[in-house]
């Protein structure tokens, strides 16, 4: 496979990477440094589900894989973007929306974009459009293991005025061994049909999820 183009899907992982509310938030400092110890490295400490990341079954399913026990098969492949941008806030991303996409199947990696990374670090954030339940079935039904998107959450996120819906979206992927991707950014810059996706997350033994580098490649025909 030869790559003409890496198109970066990732968010930085920083003292303003914006997390989930009540998510442990990312913290970095130095722990030897080159004038003290003669090298450098870094200290970290952050969620599981810091940045962009994947969520593996366990996340919400007690029986469910962990992260570092994901077939990597289900990380990387054929990608399809959905471009669902111009959406209101907190609306529903139906089939309708979707079915115009119709290469939906086996292995293939599906990337909503919303558009919603534009309100990145600001509270607008999680007022974005998600994933209707009954369209989450229709993509499970024809083979999809992983669905992301460019927002913080698949399902609605829950505010004070909103309970949500009670995450029907991930225990639906859950429930099929499925993975879901979030916190993506800079899907427009996907210009090119065919991208090969790879979200491949570091191997956190028995972890819900994990960050991932997020790209799409272009490759030679």
Known sequence: MQVIQVVDLSVPVDA????????????????????????????????????????????????????????????????????????????????????????????????????????????????????DAGACRRLLAAGVRLIALDAPNLDVTPTDDDPGEGWPVHHLVAAVGGVIGENLTNLAGVEFPDPWVSLLPLKLTGADGAPVRAVAMQVAP
């Open 16 to 131: 303003g990477t914006q997390v989930f509310p009540g998510d442990p938030v990312v913290a970095s400092r130095p722990h030897a440094t080159l004038a003290a110890d003669g090298y450098n490295v870094q200290a970290l400490s952050m969620g599981s589900q810091t940045g962009t990341h994947v969520d593996a079954p366990f996340h919400f399913a007690d029986g469910g894989l962990r992260v570092d026990e994901l077939d990597l098969s289900l990380l990387t492949g054929p990608g399809v973007v959905v471009d669902v941008r111009g959406r209101a806030p907190r609306s529903r991303l139906t089939w309708d929306d979707l079915a115009p996409h119709d290469r939906f199947g086996p292995g293939v990696l599906v990337l909503l974009h919303t558009g919603w990374s534009a309100h990145y670090g600001t509270p607008a954030y999680f007022d974005h459009p998600f994933l």
